[in-house]
């Protein structure tokens, strides 16, 4: 997203009057350290964080994920060291998982020869089920990773019912519980993120995905079964756990984007975000027929697909009237104004297997997945926008019905 007029003003007033290093004692320094907790406290406040302490500023939602999984290690690591053991340690995490956790884990799989347990969501509504996520659990289980919503289909996981379950049957078998962890970046900022309602030990926030600047943060609670330990060692900062001399205008600029996601009491930006996609949807089906167009995970019975919550902006429509040879990234080659992609916007390179299996582990047929395009619309997109976009897909995908091959 680009950065709201708000958040830009954020950070250019501190550039100019919180310039100062927020560790040193002088004036300008306290002013720059009341701007950092100032923006801590909004990012605690955005998701009921009642401890702003627990919120710890990363470079962005990459790093806070990767985190989470060294500590793990060096749990591991230390363990392994005293008890002079191998490794018993086992991590349950969905298939679905965006590579910033998935690749941390098979790391430490194959490190340590970890015993890595993935849950794959429902074929009918592209959700992890709770049961799904017990039935793997085993007294050796450490972390439970579970993305509140999906960056690809947009489906929300039913992530507080997963949390509970879990903490059921800890409770209901007498061993310690596992730390759980919530990859929430595609989620702040269109849905409602409550961390005490969540029950989550750890939740990650990426501030470019709710038009703040591209640095993120962290939740961690205190209390957490698994202890988070420094990421960076040196100065001390961020409660000695990520030392390096805060960025104070990113992370005014992050602090800001928060607040404007608290002062949306009556869900007016989700509620634009909403309208427009919806817009989309109706526009596509109208002009490339409900028999050329199938919308991933909305309970299309074509797709097989029972009704599930998806993000208000996130429309993963599958292009079925293309031919058989074609994909969905033949239509983006020759849309002309639709900035778009068929899989997360964070893969380098476009790595197409991925963004297929996601979607076929989320339920949707192959043939569908070759030709589905990821589409979002934002707080600022207009009617006439979207007529554009429908408008400029449509010609791609006739000037493709017409050449009857894609290179």
Known sequence: TPYAPEVQ????????????????????????????????????????????????????????????????????????????TECNVHIVASSIEHPSVALPIESLRRRFSLDVT???????????????????????????????????????????????????????????????????????????????????????????????????????????????????????????????????????????ACQLISEDTDGQLVRAMSESCVLLRRGLERELGADGVQFNCLGDVNLGMAPCRVLPNTCSVALTCLPTTCTGRDVLRLCRNVVAGVGSACHSGGNEKSHGSVLTRSGVKPSAANVTLRLSTGRYTAADDVALAVADIVQAVRSLQADHSCA
């Open 118 to 256: 993935g849950v794959s969501p429902d074929q009918t509504t592209g959700a992890v089920r709770p049961e799904d996520v017990v039935a793997t659990l085993t007294g050796r289980t450490r972390l439970v990773s579970i993305m509140l919503a999906n960056n690809e289909t947009g489906v929300i996981q039913p992530l507080a019912e997963i949390s509970r379950a879990v903490h059921e049957w800890a409770d209901k078998n007498g061993t310690p519980r596992p730390a759980i962890h919530t990859d929430a970046a595609q989620a702040l900022g269109k849905i409602p993120i409550d961390v005490c309602k969540l029950g989550v030990d750890f939740l990650t926030i990426a501030g470019h995905k709710f038009y703040g600047p591209r640095i993120g943060a962290l939740y961690a609670r205190k209390t957490s079964p698994l202890r988070l330990q420094a990421m960076l060692e040196g100065g001390g900062q961020e409660s000695g756990l990520r030392s390096g001399t805060e960025n104070t205008a990113m992370v005014a600029g992050l602090g800001r």
């Open 9 to 84: 003003d954020a950070i250019i007033s501190a550039m100019k009057y919180a310039w100062a290093n927020p560790s040193c004692g002088y004036a300008e320094g306290c002013r720059a350290k009341s701007v950092v907790d100032e923006a801590r406290g909004r990012v605690a406040k955005a998701i009921n964080c009642h401890d702003p302490e627990e919120i710890i500023f990363t470079s962005g939602g990459t790093e806070a994920n990767s985190w989470i999984f060294r500590c793990l290690e060096l749990a591991i690591s230390e363990e392994v060291q005293k008890l002079s």
